[in-house]
């Protein structure tokens, strides 16, 4: 990490967070405090499914407000879902957004935030700080313990001409009020709730070793991966745990705080890619290149990896700091097989002939800047390579 005394930092999250127990319930009181009159919910058709979209939409009834859903998100949100979703928000003249869901529903809304307030298309405003104006007042509701995009400034949406997954960056994303209620957690299927868990962990460690990190954003990842480490197995063993699915919230959350203003590295860029590519899922993406990511970067940042070896459990008395380091990733891997993490990338449908477009699009991604270890194209191919 580079010299905190030379730089101003900025720390980005929203101005209310609520967590625990009931604090879903809590949305139409705020929704109202807010001004809204027209409310739209942007959610997907698992969250209909399972009647948490007419449980929120109740709530807000409860307050006098109208209540509109469009439900129709994909697991990873393209730029058709926004267009699709900003038609709803136009016609029906609505005035405040709810995000419901994981990351996907919450990047979804987002987006459309973005057209509804700035304009134009949703690809003009890829990149950092590009938006016109901020989004219309936003709520948003978690329903999963890994992306923590309920309380970033980020956004991440694939442009469908080009597979590739845009990332758009704007303290004016940052939501008004997150809620967490980790009853809207308890029915997660076994694998989402290891692949989010992996994804939370990914954002503690990268945030932990990023370029950016400052002794705030160190606290909140060191937090957040100690509780992963205890909290995962036993919320996947059993989904109806709610001591285990309420720490998750916290790791989550925790996890966000850290690299929604550390950022993130080469971790995500590759994840990016091959999740865009084959349409997979972001947090397996993320597990399976977490430990090849973490190898090639210990040489930047050993004693960061040692200290994460000792949040994740391990014994690191009398070692030496690069043998420290490596406990790090060996807990990492023991982790992501025990909760059925797949091997490698190959096994998700990633093919070697993937690999020159994937490492051509991770160099360009935002994340790969604040990597701790300098990367290269054939860097990241061997990266690739390793894990297919």
């Known amino acids: 990490m580079s010299n905190v005394s030379d730089k101003v930092f900025e720390f980005y999250l929203p101005a209310l967070s609520l967590m625990g127990v009931g604090a879903r319930k809590e949305v139409g009181k705020h929704a109202k405090s807010l001004g809204g009159r027209k409310v739209l919910?942007?959610?997907?058709?698992?969250?209909?499914?399972?009647?948490?979209?007419?449980?929120?939409?109740?709530?807000?009834?409860?307050?006098?407000?109208?209540?509109?859903?469009?439900?129709g998100v994909c697991p990873n949100p393209t730029d058709v879902n926004?267009?699709?979703?900003?038609?709803v928000w136009q016609e029906n003249k609505c005035d405040l957004l709810v995000t419901l869901g994981g990351g996907s529903s919450h990047d979804c809304g987002k987006a459309m935030g973005i057209m509804a307030t700035s304009g134009g298309d949703i690809r003009d405003y890829a990149?950092?700080?590009?938006?016109k104006s901020s989004l219309p007042p936003y709520i948003s509701i978690n329903t999963t313990a890994g992306t923590a995009s309920e309380i970033?400034?980020?956004?991440?949406?694939?442009?469908?001409?080009?597979?590739?997954?845009?990332?758009?960056?704007?303290?004016?994303?940052?939501?008004?009020?997150a809620i967490n209620d980790p009853v809207f957690h308890m029915g997660m299927p076994r694998s989402l709730t290891a692949a989010t868990g992996m994804d939370a962990l990914t954002h503690a460690i990268e945030a932990y070793v990023s370029k950016q990190a400052t002794p705030v954003t160190d606290v909140c990842a060191l937090g957040?991966?100690?509780?992963?480490?205890?909290?995962?197995?036993?919320?996947?063993?059993?989904?109806?745990?709610?001591?285990?699915?309420?720490?998750?919230?916290?790791?989550?959350?925790?996890a966000g705080m850290a690299f929604n203003n550390a950022v993130l590295g080469i971790v995500h860029s590759m994840a990016h890619q091959a999740g865009s590519l084959r349409d997979l899922p972001h947090g397996v993406c993320n597990a399976i290149i977490l430990p090849v990511v973490c190898e090639y970067n210990l040489l930047a940042a050993p004693e960061k990896f040692a200290k994460i070896a000792e949040s994740m459990g391990e014994n690191i008395d009398g070692l030496s700091?690069?043998?420290?380091?490596?406990k790090a990733i060996g807990a990492i891997r023991r982790l992501a097989k025990d909760i059925g993490i797949p091997a490698g990338l190959g096994e998700l449908g990633i093919l070697e002939e993937?690999?020159?477009?994937?490492?051509?699009n991770a160099l360009k991604d935002v994340c790969t800047l604040f990597n701790p270890r300098s990367v290269t194209y054939d860097d990241i191919v061997r990266l690739y390579k390793s894990i297919i």
């Open 321 to 326: 700091i690069l043998d420290a380091a490596d």
């Open 354 to 360: 993937d690999v020159p477009q994937m490492a051509d």
């Open 152 to 177: 970033t400034r980020f956004a991440v949406v694939t442009n469908t001409d080009t597979d590739v997954k845009m990332i758009f960056g704007d303290g004016r994303l940052t939501a008004d009020v």
């Open 41 to 71: 919910i942007v959610t997907d058709q698992g969250m209909v499914n399972a009647g948490f979209a007419e449980q929120v939409k109740s709530y807000i009834l409860d307050e006098g407000l109208e209540v509109f859903i469009f439900s």
């Open 224 to 254: 957040a991966i100690e509780l992963v480490a205890k909290w995962l197995r036993p919320t996947v063993a059993d989904g109806t745990n709610l001591e285990a699915r309420s720490q998750m919230v916290y790791a989550e959350y925790l």
């Open 127 to 131: 990149g950092v700080n590009t938006l």
């Open 82 to 87: 926004v267009r699709d979703a900003l038609m």
